[in-house]
């Protein structure tokens, strides 16, 4: 319990200590949004370490060379909240998550996703997830990379290793934007919280970037089901990475 509040008193701390800060990156994104989406990455990089290292988090990051110095689109499997935090730790560029819409509702939260350019999907509204997939597109176009769990939600079946299938919306973004896809392994996060709410244990866990490559690359048997052949590359790593 003492590592869920020490959690949450950084988290109160930060949003009051940081508040200004938030107010003059909304001004500056204004008129240089590039500027104002690196500095907060910084910062937001920074506290998320930080409550990582207060939940007793080992992170374990593999092939990290295989993350391009370019906007892609990083794809992953999802189990935890913490994958987030996880996998944004270890992107050296900024990056935005295309978050669920209720997301957008949590006050200081929500704001800081908007400055480190984060995007909200509503799932049960087609016009409006259109759009963001086009906002997606437009991001990556514009020279910042997103991050998405085609998934939809997470996985809770009891077999950690098979993902649930990945919606096949999900990598028209790299197909529209021309841009590279970077599939990520996340592997044990739910041990962090989900496995023994309201409790946060501490526990190593593993991220891994897989070699990145354009749509076009897929071979032509998952050429109707591409979505499905990430899906594969994905849990075959899963199966192979070793447990704690």
């Not at 086009?134 to 009891?158: C, H």
């Amino acid at each position: 319990m003492i590592r869920l509040i020490l959690a949450l008193i950084c988290l109160v701390i930060f949003c009051i200590v940081f508040l200004p800060v938030m107010l003059i990156l909304f001004i500056l994104k204004r008129y240089k949004p590039d500027t104002a989406v690196r500095a907060a990455s910084v910062i937001v990089r920074g506290f998320l370490k930080l409550i990582l290292f207060v939940a007793g988090t080992k992170v374990e990051a593999e092939d990290t060379e295989n993350i391009p110095d370019e906007p892609v689109l990083f794809v992953g499997n999802h189990r935890s909240d913490f994958d987030i935090l996880v996998s944004y730790t270890n992107i050296p560029q900024p990056v935005g998550f295309v978050a669920k819409k209720s997301m957008e509702k949590i006050p200081f939260i929500a704001w800081w996703m908007k400055l480190i350019a984060c995007l909200f999907l509503d799932r049960e509204n087609a016009r409006e997830g259109l759009k963001t997939i086009k906002d997606a597109i437009e991001q990556i176009k514009n020279g910042t990379s997103v991050f998405i769990f085609p998934e939809g939600t997470r996985n809770r079946n009891a077999d950690a290793d098979i993902p649930m299938e990945f919606k096949e919306g999900s990598l028209k973004i790299a197909q529209k934007a021309k841009c590279r896809i970077v599939p990520v392994v996340i592997k044990d996060t739910e041990r962090i919280f989900e496995a023994q709410k309201p409790l946060i244990k501490a526990c190593k866990v593993r991220i891994k970037f897989l070699k990145p490559f354009y749509t076009e690359e897929i071979p032509t048997e998952y050429t109707k089901t591409p979505s499905a052949y990430l899906r594969e590359l994905i849990a075959v790593e899963l199966k192979t990475m070793k447990n704690d």
